[in-house]
């Protein structure tokens, strides 16, 4: 049924600087799209079903534009490491156990079951090499009524023998059979191309990619300027580039022609954000993840400022959580500390802008999601903000900041995607 009248309070961002709260609104659901929100129910819907909310908060569904999910295993696990020890002492032993599919069947309904309950009505999910789990996880996704991109991992370099595809040749066949067999499945699961990163793939495998790209019309998912060591690593693999993103961008895979998401982008400089804002590439900020691994703060005001796309990203496992609300308070204490300590010229984020990475911004890549504004796609959560107890009276924005900064999904009763309500 995506015919409907939800009843509440609705908030949402009317652009990246302003929150716009409408109390004891009537949001309307028209084929699974915003037709817009009522002060006062107009005639014309008065005969759709209506279901009211009474105090609690509406809010749109929020999008989680980087997450591994075989890393749900071992979250909250191995936070004392930086990347490249941390690929090979945590994640990559993890990764390899999804060759067994009882392991993968067992894990990723853990993990599916998690994104159902939580914040997130959108996601772009990396899995692993192995193709027929990732083909799991997608049954899986698509069984949790979240909208999502899902990408089986390449990667036929420097990895361990236990994790590592044997040829580029190799790596590239699975992966268009994988597309042949998933691109037309599902209805919410689509594939998308997952180089996991440039010392993960020989030059052979990336121009494969690309060739798959152009192929099957397909979006890219990756990883940008995350680490120190990485971006050096980078730079001694690919000696023409001028920068991380140039390299990505020689081997066709930094947008342009096709949607793109990098992850990370913490150590990005002035070219490389000019390159991602003139190619549409979408920056997946994930605060939780660059604290733990220690790799830094990135420059997420500046990212906005030169008109990049952001979303906001959990990155499970190295990001310890999925839930959204604490990525999006993380982000505002990571500006912060990065304005203190680094760089004056780009202003700590804003509830409101913060809000809207994690709804508008990441939503942007699928459509027109992530607002209440007519015409977006109805993806939106029910909170019951009543009890995080409090003693004073406190109005809509407040209710919505402190709902921002204290929330799980023990708060959420409802969440819609597309206008199919999953609980
Ligand atoms: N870079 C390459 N692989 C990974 C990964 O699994 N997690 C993070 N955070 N960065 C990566
Ligand atoms: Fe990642």
Redesign the pocket.
């Known amino acids: 049924m995506k015919n409907f009248v939800i009843k509440g309070n609705a908030c949402w961002n009317e652009n990246i600087e302003q929150i716009h709260c409408e109390p004891n609104a009537y949001l309307v659901c028209e084929d699974g799209v915003c037709a817009g929100v009522f002060h006062e129910l107009p005639e014309r819907y008065a005969d759709l079903p209506l279901t009211d909310f009474g105090d609690k908060l509406i809010l749109p569904g929020m999008t989680d534009l980087?997450v591994?999910a075989p890393q749900f295993a071992f979250r909250g696990l191995g936070m004392d490491m930086e990347l490249m020890d941390w690929l090979k002492t945590y994640a990559f032993p993890e990764e390899a156990k999804y060759k067994d599919l009882v392991y993968a069947d067992r894990a990723y309904a853990q993990f599916a079951d998690q994104l159902r309950r939580s914040a997130t009505t959108r996601a772009a999910v990396?899995a692993t090499l192995h193709v027929p789990a990732t083909e799991l996880l997608m049954e899986k996704m698509e069984a949790s009524g979240l909208i999502s991109y899902v990408g089986k991992v390449n990667m036929d370099r420097n990895g361990p023998d236990y994790l590592c595809e044997k040829s580029a040749q190799e790596s590239l066949e699975a992966t268009e059979r994988w597309i042949c067999d998933t691109k037309s499945k599902f209805e919410r699961t689509h594939p998308i191309l997952t180089p996991r990163f440039i010392p993960s793939c020989t030059d052979e495998l990336m121009h494969g990619i690309r060739r798959l790209v152009e192929k099957y019309d397909l979006p890219v998912q990756s990883?940008l300027s995350e680490n120190f060591s990485e971006i050096e690593f980078v730079q001694s693999l690919c000696r023409d580039s001028k920068f991380y993103g140039d390299a990505y961008d020689r081997y066709g895979l930094f947008g342009g022609d096709h949607r793109c998401i990098m992850?990370h982008c913490v150590h990005s400089g002035e070219a490389e954000i000019e390159l991602m804002r003139k190619n549409g590439v979408f920056a997946a900020h994930?605060p939780l993840?660059n604290a733990n691994l220690s790799s830094g703060a990135a420059p997420v005001g500046k990212l906005f400022r030169e008109f990049v796309n952001v979303g906001l990203a959990s990155?499970i496992a190295?990001g310890e959580s999925e839930n959204l609300f604490r990525s999006i308070s993380a982000a505002i204490r990571a500006s912060k500390l990065r304005w203190r300590m680094l760089d004056q010229e780009i202003y700590p984020l804003t509830v409101s802008q913060a809000f809207y990475i994690a709804t508008v911004g990441g939503g942007k890549f699928f459509g027109k999601v992530g607002s209440f504004d007519p015409g977006y796609e109805f993806d939106a959560i029910v909170v019951d903000d009543a009890t995080i107890p409090h003693p004073q009276e406190l109005d809509l924005q407040q209710r919505l900041e402190r709902t921002l900064y204290l929330a799980d999904d023990r708060h959420l009763c409802a969440k819609y995607v597309a206008g199919t309500r999953l609980f």
Do not use: V
Request: aromatic share 12%; charged share 10%.
């Open positions: 980087h591994h990396f990883h992850a994930s993840s990155d190295a």
